[in-house]
């Protein structure tokens, strides 16, 4: 029980940290309606590029400008395969997936490469959780900001449209491949942002760190929206439901680790988690519509 | 205003689902022209409005408007000489987003989607105004999510986002086919008295002779990719059902078939 409250700040930290990376989740599985698969080679890349610049001697702030800058790189690679080559978005995002684990490994030089707190000035790490935690809450304050007035604008407007209605966005002028290039280039920059955070908590970058991060992101994504989904109607709040989300998903982790559970499993934890969260709504339309209510009940509904 | 010269359109040619959906299409609009469109299953009126639209673009032919040719242009940028409402009432507005914003999106069209606030407080007002004139109630619900509102509401709305920006060519594909009889005649008034006032060109395909008639200055009959009919004037007024359905039996030498047109005789 101590174990575990120890460990609560860091897990807090972590899940807003995997939280940034699940709100360029949201963007592309909730407003473009697409699911973009880049993210679990786009995080390793924001890791990457972040360990490597700031080992290199870069400062800490255009590292994570570079971090952001090669994230989104990899939503322009995934954007163009689908929107100039025509390849279904899934398999576009599994393309650039599989191909950035060589350029991971190309920036990398090797499968993983530390970066101590001790030589490096850092935002977060995991020897000083408080202060992680505060950082983590900052940055994921102005992230929530900056895209909450960017969807208020005529070209965030234009995203939820595609995203919406791809007939009506047309009718209406939009050209809606640039939107939703536009917007897995916001989103995979976003999770290489993340990538980069996490690469300082734990002080290396490796080349499989992404695997199974679309997974994760799904889940905060989930997971926010069905506790908070009824509460939460105001845009900005829906994203600080996502980052709730994954303090929440980190959290549970947390305890089930603490539990005993087999840390070896924990992938499959998480995918089994997320099957349940994503069937929930089919399997409650389907009892719906198979059992026959009684008239009284039907007629107490019309009433209201 | 509008010219289709020579369109030949065939959807999966060389195939056993072939299909010849235009065929040497011709066709002038005047400024101001209100047209009616009706003809069978399969007549190719649907593809004539979405190759205006730029869904697809034709096999051969050319289309101007007001001189410009737009043959080859893509939909998102035609759209900005066009208002178009669907025959589905969810088709024509983004049901996840707010009233407001779907007309945003609508006053949008034909400029560019910067970093600038998508809704002025100066246009909620200009919004309010054009949504009163529809007597639904939906001033006083801007920000209502459009998926909550009725098909006709829908309808109603599209046809107001359609026709906000002053649409050189006004595109209407049965948009009244999917709405129950009562709300179909509003929508079809409101059609007519947004066309009128705003002295707009319009396409309209309808499944309703009476409508076609009693509708527009102009009427065109379609038949396997052609225009079989076109009657305009003092002439289109005296037409009847009956005159309609002898002249498709001489022009094509078939009985006119489309299921929806007999039913709602």
Not at chain 1, 205 to 229: H, P, Q, S, T
Request: glycine content about 10%; aromatic content about 6%.
């Amino acid at each position: 029980m101590i174990g575990f409250l120890n460990a609560l700040p860091g897990a807090a930290a972590q899940g807003i940290m995997w939280g940034i990376m699940a709100i360029g989740v949201y963007i592309t599985y909730k407003i473009l309606d697409v699911a973009d698969l880049t993210v679990d080679g786009s995080f390793a890349t924001g890791a990457a590029v972040l360990v490597v610049s700031m080992t290199s001697g870069l400062s800490l702030p255009l590292s994570m400008v570079l971090a952001f800058g090669a994230g989104s790189l990899t939503g322009l690679a995934t954007g163009l395969l689908h929107t100039k080559l025509g390849i279904p978005f899934i398999l576009a995002g599994i393309l650039t997936q599989l191909g950035l684990y060589s350029v991971n490994l190309g920036i990398l030089g090797k499968a993983n490469m530390t970066l101590s707190n001790r030589n490096y000035q850092l935002l977060v790490n995991r020897k000083d959780v408080y202060s992680s935690l505060i950082i983590s809450i900052i940055f994921a304050a102005v992230i929530i900001g900056i895209l909450y007035w960017f969807f208020g604008t005529s070209m965030g407007h234009a995203l939820r449209a595609t995203g919406c209605n791809l007939a009506m966005a047309r009718a209406n002028g939009i050209n809606t491949n640039t939107s939703q290039v536009i917007a897995i280039i916001i989103s995979n920059g976003l999770v290489a942002l993340s990538g980069a955070l996490t690469a300082q908590w734990q002080g290396s970058a490796d080349v499989g760190m992404g695997r199974g991060a679309i997974v994760i992101g799904l889940a905060a994504v989930i997971i926010g929206e069905v506790i908070f989904g009824k509460v939460f109607k105001n845009f900005a709040l829906r994203l600080a439901g996502v980052i709730l989300g994954g303090v929440i998903y980190y959290v549970v982790i947390t305890v089930v680790l603490n539990l005993g559970f087999d840390a070896n499993y924990l992938k499959l934890l998480s995918a089994s988690v997320v099957a349940v969260f994503l069937a929930i709504p089919y399997w409650k339309k389907s009892w719906q519509e198979t059992r026959v209510k009684e008239i009284k009940e039907v007629e107490e509904n019309a009433a209201d | 205003m509008l010219q289709i010269k020579n369109v030949y359109k065939t959807f999966n040619p060389g195939t056993i689902n072939e299909k010849k959906a235009l065929r040497n299409l011709n066709l002038t609009l005047e400024d101001g022209d209100f047209v009616t469109v009706i003809g069978g299953n399969g007549a190719g009126k649907s593809t004539m409005l979405n190759m205006i639209a730029g869904v697809f673009p034709p096999d051969a032919g050319k289309i101007l408007i007001d001189d410009i040719d737009v043959t080859r242009l893509p939909e998102h940028k035609r759209a900005a000489y066009l208002g178009r409402v669907f025959q589905d009432p969810m088709m024509g507005t983004a049901a996840d987003m707010w009233i407001e914003e779907n007309m945003a999106l609508a006053a949008g069209r034909g400029e560019k989607r910067g970093l600038h606030w998508a809704i002025k407080n100066k246009q909620r007002e200009e919004f309010k105004e054009l949504l009163k004139e529809l007597d639904l109630g939906l001033e006083n619900r801007l920000s209502t999510k459009v998926g909550l509102l009725s098909g006709g509401q829908r309808q109603a709305l599209t046809l107001l986002m359609a026709t906000m920006k002053r649409p050189k060519l006004l595109l209407l594909d049965e948009h009244t086919a999917a709405l129950d009889p009562k709300t179909a005649a509003k929508v079809l008034e409101l059609s007519e008295k947004l066309i009128r006032e705003e002295g707009l060109t319009a396409l309209m395909i309808t499944h309703n002779m009476k409508d076609a008639i009693h509708y527009g200055n102009r009427l065109i009959m379609m038949n396997e990719g052609q225009i079989i009919l076109d009657i305009k004037g003092e002439e289109k007024k005296k037409l009847t059902v009956e005159d309609l359905l002898r002249a498709f039996t001489r022009l094509s030498g078939n009985e006119f078939v489309n299921d929806r047109a007999l039913l709602a005789k």
